[in-house]
């Protein structure tokens, strides 16, 4: 009888104790997540999974995986000479706020771009999508013989915000750069080479000014949507994706 209680006391005993473990367990603090763990990849470094032309359901053969990179192959074009039409989404998701890094290089005089808050159903994703511009700015000048607007240079939110020249350094064609695009509905900051270049508030007085006085003001659903799709332009120029990933915000 008295091995019995014991036993009892015992058993009471370790599932006090259980519990007492469970609620300290329980009130921890929890620890946050590592922001690397965050961060989704939407270029893998081997395929091109995730990726398709622009209102539509495949992509061109001239978007491939080469060495590792994701790579527009084709030939260099002059401006004059500019067709497009190969412009690719990453469709698995649309993103609002978020962190975009990006590795890239151009050839001598190449163009392209990032683009962000992409819908469907137009033109391009020019028509209503925001910039960030990739473009050899000395070489594309020399080639085409022609001058460039430093709304136009690279790094700047194309037709809108020019970056700082006294940060920005941007390394010769057939090098590789690294470019950021940080949005909020607060703030918007593009960095280049870990150089902050140039930062605006979207919606704000200023930025309607500059849109509807500017090159967007006959784009009626330009900048309409804060939610879309992650977009690489085909400005007719080789280019070289190293690195392409998103941390939603």
């Not at 622009?54 to 978007?63: A, C, E, P, Q």
């Not at 649309?94 to 808050?117: A, D, Q, R, T």
């Not at 001058?147 to 240079?153: G, I, P, T, V």
Request: aromatic share 16%.
């Amino acid at each position: 009888m008295r091995t019995i209680k014991t036993n009892t006391r015992i058993l009471s005993i370790l599932t006090f104790l259980l519990g007492i473990t469970f609620l300290f367990e329980g009130c921890k603090e929890k620890k946050p997540s590592n922001a690397e763990n965050e961060w989704i990849n939407l270029f893998d470094g081997k395929t091109i999974d995730g990726w398709r032309v622009y209102n539509g359901d495949k992509i061109s053969k001239k978007w491939a995986v080469i060495d590792g990179n994701l790579t527009f192959d084709t030939k260099l074009k002059l401006e004059d000479e500019f067709s497009g039409g190969g412009d690719i989404i990453y469709y698995k998701e649309e993103f609002g706020n978020f962190e975009l890094y990006v590795e890239w290089k151009l050839p001598k005089g190449g163009n392209s771009g990032i683009l962000y808050h992409v819908k469907e159903g137009y033109n391009s994703p020019f028509d209503v999508s925001p910039e960030y511009q990739l473009l050899d700015d000395d070489g594309w000048e020399e080639i085409n013989n022609a001058k460039l607007e430093e709304w136009q240079k690279a790094g700047a939110d194309y037709a809108m915000y020019t970056p700082d020249n006294e940060k920005k350094k941007l390394n010769p064609a057939g090098e590789w750069n690294s470019s950021k695009i940080v949005y909020t509905e607060k703030k918007v900051e593009h960095w280049l080479n870990g150089e902050l270049i140039l930062s605006f508030v979207p919606y704000s007085e200023d930025w309607y000014q500059r849109k509807n006085s500017g090159k967007w003001k006959d784009y009626p659903n330009y900048k309409k949507f804060k939610k879309g799709y992650i977009a690489l332009q085909d400005h007719d120029s080789p280019i070289w994706f190293k690195t392409i990933k998103l941390r939603p915000l």
